[in-house]
């Protein structure tokens, strides 16, 4: 059965197809010919991922699934959030908004944070959302060259390690992504 994940973000598409049954065929924006960069104009990040299921339900007129992410810092009241993606300008680099995030915080030792997944399913035309959060703190530099994103200064809780520091599969069994996906298959009872 086709389970389409609606969005263009390859790690992400790699990261839940691992997670996956083999009852399932993972599609992506692309498999369905869909080229946009949905606009994520919600200011929560429930918001942005109800917003990009619901942009291929109405376009594409098919149920989907959508996630967004973000990650927040205690310390910055809980920036960059739903602004994760953008955090150092309209570029999305990953290597600017950790640099900002780095810069931010300095030797502050108070480094708490989250990432925090917000999945929306929509099923003819009827919206679930399911959340995942992983808590951690920010590493004081960068380590590591594994994952994408903040993974190479996020060290998530019982770790000495970075996200990009682990094995796919060791992510993939803690991450925010993984805790609301799994809470999404429990929904479809797989
Ligand atoms: P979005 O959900 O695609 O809008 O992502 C928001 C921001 O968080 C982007 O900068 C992503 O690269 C980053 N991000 C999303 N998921 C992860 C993750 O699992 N690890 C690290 N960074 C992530």
């Known amino acids: 059965m086709d389970l389409i994940f609606a969005t263009g ?3 992400k598409i790699r990261e839940i197809s691992k997670m996956l049954s083999n009852r399932f065929n993972l599609l992506g ?3 369905i010919q869909c080229f946009v960069d949905i606009p994520e104009t919600s200011n929560t990040i ?13 376009n594409y007129g ?3 699934f959508a996630e967004d992410t973000g990650l927040e810092i205690k310390a910055l009241d809980m920036r960059p959030g739903v602004f994760s993606a953008r ?8 290597e600017a908004n950790i640099a900002k995030v780095l810069e931010e915080l ?6 708490e944070a ?16 399911f959340e995942g959060i992983i808590e951690g703190h920010i590493a004081h530099q960068k380590m590591g060259t594994d994952g994408f994103g903040y993974d190479p200064i996020f060290i ?35």
């Open 62 to 64: 098919k149920n989907c």
């Open 9 to 11: 973000n390859e790690h």
């Open 114 to 129: 989250r990432f925090r997944t917000v999945i929306a399913y929509i099923l003819d035309g009827n919206i679930m959302t």
């Open 87 to 94: 955090y150092a300008g309209e570029a999305k680099s990953s």
């Open 156 to 190: 998530p809780e019982n770790e000495t390690r970075t996200f990009a520091q682990m094995s796919a599969k060791e992510k993939n069994e803690i991450s925010h992504r993984a805790r609301a996906f799994k809470k999404f298959m429990n929904h479809l009872n797989l």
């Open 106 to 111: 300095g030797s502050l030792e108070g480094r």
């Open 46 to 58: 429930q918001g942005n991922a109800i917003l990009k299921a619901q942009y291929v339900y109405d």
């Open 29 to 31: 924006l692309k498999d």
